[in-house]
């Protein structure tokens, strides 16, 4: 990259100055990744305003659909939308479950609408990364709302969990057996359920579901916690997108009080500075000097050689020279 985008132009609201600036975050060269360093320091007093939601779902429910619906909704409100992808799929080959599919067409010709897809190639916690800083550059280029759409497949959502202040999951009306579907562990990431495609004959199949969860909810959670609400919608028809807006705003509203919203987010630093501290060591094992040895400890494990401890020792005293 010859020229570096205008830090000036960027918090003017310069959508051109944005999509360089998320450019140089994702890019992998060493030099590019300094001053993206660089940057990210530079524009960090002007972050931290927008509302970060993190939005899932399985393949279909119209995740997409929603995103471009919600967005507009909130635009007319008189908001800034920033829509960014994590696609856990692509690290592994190219093959993308978002893709082209994160087309939002009348979003995406709207001024007040930046739509970016997904960082196309790199390990999890390298799209994590980025798409941390991507938030960031998105709230110093004024987008008041940024939308995090994820693939409901395991590890993404406990990434973008961690980077966001409301998570949002969309289901579908579905019957009996399939409401028992709901992993366990999501009930724990989840702020929200808005079961999505509340329209046409689904529409009483919609409300069961809403109750089942909504009694699921109730009987979770601390009375000091937020208690997960769940909603219905037709994304396609854009009906009860106001509810849903109503909710968020209480959200907010309740973790702007007490500074629970600034301690959540200090401690999402804290959680994913440990885990930078996690990937480097795993990446430094894995890496020449250490690599052989490290597999050869693993291959003692496993025979019932050597025992973990002396295992992990071993490691750690390699590690720290
Ligand atoms: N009836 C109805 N159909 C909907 C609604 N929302 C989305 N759909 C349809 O469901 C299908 C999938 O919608 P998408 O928005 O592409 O779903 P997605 O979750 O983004 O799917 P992936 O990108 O494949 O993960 C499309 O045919 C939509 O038209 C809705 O509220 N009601
Ligand atoms: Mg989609």
Known sequence: MAEGPSVDALMAGDRRALAKAITLVESKRPDDRNRANDLIEQILPVTGASCRIGISGVPGVGKSTFIEAFGLYLIGL????????VDPSSPVGGGSILGDKTRMPELSRVPQAFIRPSPSSGIMGGIAQRTRETILLCEAAGYD???????????????????????????????????????????????AIVINKADGDSISLANQARSYYQSAFDMLRGADEWKPRVLTCSALEKTRLEDIWAMISE???WMHEDNRLIDMRRQQSLAWMKRLVNLEIERRLQGNELADHYRHLEDEVRSGNM??????EQVVAKLLG
């Open 145 to 191: 709302v940024v939308l995090v759409e994820t693939v409901g497949v395991g590890q993404s959502e406990v990434e973008v969990h961690g980077m966001v202040d409301f998570f949002l999951l969309l289901m579908v009306p579905n019957a009996g057996d399939e409401l028992q579907g709901i992993k366990r562990g999501i009930t724990e990431l989840v702020d």
């Open 251 to 253: 959200y907010f509203g």
């Open 307 to 312: 025992t973990p401890l002396r295992a992990a």
């Open 78 to 85: 008189g908001r800034r939308v920033a829509v960014l992808a």
